[in-house]
């Protein structure tokens, strides 16, 4: 069993930045970061591996940054010029060790098998 912790969500004006992290209580190869706001489903936003391997979800592509410490087992996600279409909820989320993903797109939530509490991200206009 993993657990995660999320940490970071905030309120923000349209155009700034924030940064989310997140604990985990061991290493994973695999972490995402993923979205969800009432009466929607939950979508990925940014993917990496321990290789260093990332994807974006498009809407995200220039303005956020995933980065994975494998070190100190943490998962950040730097947010910059953030839009109101950005609020939402903010959830981590890592993959059994049995589990593979091979890089090039973005993991349906059905591929991740732990997941933090979530961090309330709010983007002002």
């Known amino acids: 069993q993993v657990q995660l912790v999320e940490s970071g969500g905030g309120s923000v004006q349209t155009g700034g930045s924030l940064r989310l992290s997140c604990a985990a209580s061991?290493?994973?190869?695999?972490m995402a970061w993923f979205r969800q706001v009432p009466g929607k489903e939950r979508e990925g936003v940014a993917v990496?591996?321990?290789?260093?391997?990332?994807w974006y979800a498009d809407s995200v592509k220039g303005r956020f940054t995933i980065s994975k410490d494998n070190a100190k087992n943490t998962l950040d996600l730097e947010m910059n010029m953030m839009k109101p279409e950005d609020t939402a909820m903010y959830f981590c989320?890592?993959?059994?060790?049995?589990?593979?993903?091979?890089?090039?797109?973005?993991?349906?939530?059905?591929?991740?098998?732990?997941w933090g509490q979530g961090t309330q991200v709010s983007v002002s206009s």
């Open positions: 989320a890592a993959q059994a060790y049995w589990r593979y993903w091979s890089g090039g797109y973005l993991p349906s939530k059905n591929e991740f098998d732990y």
């Open positions: 061991t290493n994973t190869n695999c």
């Open positions: 990496t591996r321990t290789d260093g391997t990332t």
